[in-house]
């Protein structure tokens, strides 16, 4: 356990954080490079969060979606520069329940160029599914690597293969981490090179309000449930570390939406 943290804070990278090293930095994922542009779905999310951090610490660029403005600002406080509200956008990548809309896709890809000076990505951290993933395979660049952990939004994916042979493009499925990359993950964060993005730590009874905030994309980063520690803020060893990085620590607290009536 990092030393500097608490114990709902040690806790709530376990899961992203490995799966997101795997899919970005590990040679069984992406082995994202210095200079690598990197589209992160969901960058204010939990994978997002962390794959948007790593690619920062890794000297990728992220270009960061997200589906309001004070999801962008918390990617900007993390360092990421380019941003794209999908919501403002108004994206419809699907015209109806079977048929996409290429031209969508083509707006994306120009947004994107738009936005890095003309690179298409060079990964993409791919986890909605259905919804984005034909809008994935297509943005990706030449010789591209679109890597998957997930369908969120459906797993009947579809996309245009044509865009995939073509241009040499790769889909690279990921799950989790092994126990090296887990513990490779781990030890960024108690170098404190990344850090945790928890925005509401809950008691154990009210694990299922915590469900219903993530269920409706009403949460930031991660949301945490207090198990075995009786209150939030205990378990930090290292106090000195922790003064050094309270502001990353601290940066998702309290930035969690109104819930929905
Ligand atoms: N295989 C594995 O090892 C593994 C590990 C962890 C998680 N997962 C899976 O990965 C998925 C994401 O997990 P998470 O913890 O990052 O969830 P999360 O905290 O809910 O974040 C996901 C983000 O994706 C974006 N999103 C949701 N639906 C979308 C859509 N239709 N189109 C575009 N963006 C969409 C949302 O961001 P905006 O609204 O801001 O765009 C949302 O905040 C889940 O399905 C989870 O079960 C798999």
Redesign the pocket.
Known sequence: KPAHLTWEEAAAPG??NS?AYRQLVSRNGAAMKQGDVVLV????????SYATQLALNGGATPVC????PQ?AALCRSMGAELIID??AQGYRFWKDAHTQDPGEWRRLGAMIRQLTGGDDPDIVLE???R??FGASVFVARRGGTVVT?????GFWHEYDNRYLWMHLKRIVG????NYREAWEANRLIAKGLIHPTLSKTYPLDQAGQAAHQ?HH?L?Q??VGVLCLAPEEGLGVRDEAMRARHLEAITRFAGSESTPAR
């Open positions: 899961l992203v799966t779905w969901g960058a204010s999310g939990g994978l997002g979606v997200v589906s309001s999801k999908r919501s986890h909605p599914g919804e984005t952990c997930a369908s969120t939004s990921s799950h989790f981490a993530v994309n949460h980063g991660k």
